[in-house]
């Protein structure tokens, strides 16, 4: 039986910044989603897809799966949510979890768990054997783009995934890189990097790509995480930069956007375009210097006119191919990225 | 009782990048340690400590804790060692252990320190209630001074330890703040960064500075991390530096290097200093800039002459006080940190 998603987004479906799981496996794989649980729009639909307010109103569409589409800062669970996580495993629905709190290790959930025979996925629980990158990474014989960005949240996972599909459409030998729980909702495999042992991030974006060569990929777009100038997760930004050795960088921006948001302990303004180009390609490992090839403007705020307007001004700044790969297709961006292969 | 440690070192305590847990300690709290395990030096002596083969042996000088003095990379446990553990626990010692491996979570080990009473502390288990930075860190009301560098194992924790001894020498409120397991062992407080979950670099950094400044600290000397030209731990090290928000960067550097050691897929070449000091601070948070005060020089495998001929080019390539504060003092490093306050 093939999985079909209940995607449980009670009181964020809506939300841009907290239904982004959500919004992602929407997006990608819209196929496989039998329903959205949000008792706040129950009755509404997002993407074609039914919104229902209770677990048993979703029963008649015959998911497999419930899946926790929402993410929130330090990835912890809500109290409120255990209630709703019990009745979906009473109901016999698998659960997948891409939260920091791992729900097989809640006692009580995992007897249920075993009890109705249904399984609890932790996405974020990193490989057991994982340890530190050895160099194998710089052996991969494929071109590796890595998504890097201004802030959080602004799209780089959509940014590879829309790349990654233009360039198979070409018939390229293309591997989208999972490197957070909803890229390996979307593709089936991957390693949420920013739960690993912080030692262990740069084996881990090693382990990635050299998965993403094993598959057969000459073109590899990875996931990127947060930002190098991001307050909270520079961190997992930098060790995924380094671990996952790309040749070439696409810089994404949200059109309009000035400050990191949500970090506490601000303001924390956001450098101009073309100095998170030379920030970014300035520090990447002597052993493997990357360029930025192009940049990926999201400009969902803006009108049309606004959107080509700040797509201009960004190419203006930078002197690099830009666009909006979601509003425009990713044509350009992928033409800049072979040509400077 | 005060502890009084058993270093174990086996086949290492001559090894100047593996023993680096047991150089700091011998270093920084030589007075608390009975003596050192290793086999392959029985009857030597380490700054005046004996060296023993076997653990019985060391018995009469009234050890009440072995220690794990051997760091590896990945930091897992030789199997041979588990034996050795065993035969510590028997005879009624504690065991502190600064690798990723855990002690207590071997079934039977823990459940002959049950038997024998005795405690096994794993330096490395983060705080059960770590998250995410809030901010809070840039509130902190002292300076914070971060050591960073060109490599792993060249002193960072050294150069820390030395300029917050000179400081208090002068009478100054000052804290080390340990980042790391021999840090911690040094201190007997601290949280080892490069273990917490990569999401939480940032707030476990955070963390600690706050802890400082509740501490009582005016001059915060915060041990650095690994380097952000390392291809394996960099991420480590740009989160420590976002996290902690120094004011300040001392530079470490060993004399001569060149290149990273120990890292695989290269050659990974060390920029020269003038460039890693610009690379240090152009990444600086732009909600705290950070600046290098000074650049500290480990010029253990130079005679003195080539010491301060090696000491003099760095200060012509960077324009900034550089010194050896092991071999020379740290005198003239605190003065530069003090001025540039």
Known sequence: MSTRYLLLAEGSSGDPLYGKTMRGVLRYRRQDVAAILDS??????EAGVPIVARVEEALPLEPTTALVGVVTQGGYFPP????????????????ENGLHVFLADDPELARLARERGVELRDLRRPPADLSTATGENLAVDATIVLTVGSDCAIGKMTVSCELDLEARRRGLRSVFVPTGQTGMVVAGWGIAVDAVVADFLGGAAERLVVEGGNRGGELLWVEGQGSLVHPVYSGVTLGLYHGSVPHLLVLCHEAGRTEI??????PHPIPPLRELVELHERTALPARPARVAAVALNTRALGEQDARAAIAAAEADTGLPADDPVRFGATKLVDAVLAAR
Do not use: F, I, P, Q
């Open 40 to 45: 706040t729009r129950a009755g509404e639909s």
């Open 80 to 95: 409120a949510w255990m209630e709703l996580l019990r009745t979906c495993v009473e109901h016999g629905l698998d659960v």
């Open 261 to 266: 948001e949500g970090a506490g302990g601000g």
